[in-house]
């Protein structure tokens, strides 16, 4: 019983990716992928589209009107970018 403990306390958990492991002494930290970019919201379609594709380029871009209906299965490579009646981000686009 004492063993079983012991192993258990042994093992190091290991940090999940959505996990923040930032430290100030620059410590290695794991990749976080980026979900959502709320940064967006107000700008136009096109730019939203170029920044979203600065670093993810295998992301498929969906421009859509806010008020459209869309399907709601979840798509990890696609993103959907709602824009109002003037082409401005009106939701910040996320993954799905």
Known sequence: MEE??????????????AEDTSTQSGSKELPVRKDTWPELVGRTSE?????????????????VPADSFVTMDFCTDRVRIFVDEFGKVARPPRIG
């Open 4 to 17: 079983e403990k012991k192993k258990k306390d042994d093992i190091k958990k290991e940090p999940s990716v």
């Open 47 to 63: 730019d939203a589209e170029k920044t979203i594709k600065a670093k993810n380029s295998g992301f498929k871009i969906q421009v």
